[in-house]
């Protein structure tokens, strides 16, 4: 009688666990639907970021899980700083360390922004016009007279710059006859790299990299600060990061940078403020 009763004890207790794992929770809540109410929310943070501003029908998000590279380093061999070169082409040398020029960078971003198949590269801005991306630790430039100021710095596949101390290099030369002064590099400078050129189909103009480079110089609440203008809308950045912008309308998008004091007032520095257009193409 004893067996029979634990027998008839454990089959109950069988029956009870069997009846709350075919997707009822003990609370009555589908264990399944928990699961994708739990996953959903996590992809569409992925997917946008986490939201830093909102106006006006734009939106800034952040770029969230880039691979930071702290021990990328940049070193540009020639030309060398203050020299002084010919009319012409001359050639650009680098030695790059802890980083795979070509490679494609390891982050879902190049499946949802404009990337660069060529992979990683480095970014040479001639007096803050439009950079030059470059794919080898050596190439030509094609130089007329004048005095340049050159920042070159390594770019992730989608073109977001690698920010620590290593991974630049900002020098000055003459080319030619040029008589021209040369600038206190060592004061604040910001230079305008992306968005850069045309955006076509949903994939590059859906979320846009906004991304700037500073020297020498420290944003804060209290200090420095950078303000970019998009198509009219105006956006405060108190922190140093690049920014997907989302929202843009299709055709011309005007934006402009300024670097500003801690009391907002425009900073008396070369290249500032910039301005660029860029046209976003339905394909």
């Not at 690698?162 to 040369?182: C, D």
């Not at 299709?250 to 009391?263: A, H, S, Y």
Request: hydrophobic share 35%; with cysteine; proline share 4%.
């Amino acid at each position: 009688m004893r067996n029979w009763k634990l027998l008839l004890a454990a089959i109950c207790i069988a029956a009870f666990y069997s009846c709350n794992t075919s997707g009822e929770g003990t609370d009555g809540v589908n264990t399944t639907d928990t699961l994708k109410v739990d996953i959903t929310p996590k992809e569409e943070e992925h997917k946008s970021g986490k939201v830093i501003a909102e106006k006006n029908g734009l939106k800034l998000t952040a770029v969230e899980g880039s691979p930071d590279f702290p021990l990328a380093g940049l070193k540009i061999n020639s030309p060398k700083d203050v020299s002084k070169l010919k009319a012409g082409k001359n050639i650009f040398n680098y030695e790059v360390t802890n980083y795979e020029l070509g490679a494609q960078t390891g982050s879902d971003h190049a499946a949802h922004c404009a990337n660069s198949a060529q992979g990683q590269h480095i970014h040479l801005i001639l007096n803050n016009e439009p950079y030059t991306a470059h794919y080898e630790t050596q190439f030509e430039q094609d130089l007329k007279d004048g005095h340049y100021v050159a920042l070159s710095f390594l770019s992730r596949s989608y073109h977001e710059s690698i920010k620590n101390g290593t991974a630049h290099q900002l020098i000055q030369f003459t080319v030619g006859n040029a008589q021209v002064k040369g600038l206190d590099l060592t004061k604040p400078i910001m230079f305008y790299s992306r968005p850069k050129g045309e955006y076509k189909g949903p994939k590059e103009t859906d979320r846009v990299l906004l991304d700037f480079f500073l020297a020498n110089v420290d944003l804060g609440d209290n200090g420095y600060k950078v303000r970019a203008t998009i198509n009219g809308t105006d956006f405060l950045f108190t922190k140093w990061e690049p920014v997907f912008i989302e929202g843009l309308p299709l055709g011309d998008v005007t934006i402009k940078l300024e670097l500003l004091d801690k009391d907002n007032n425009l900073v008396n520095a070369p290249y500032n403020p910039v301005e660029r257009t860029v046209k976003l193409l339905a394909e």
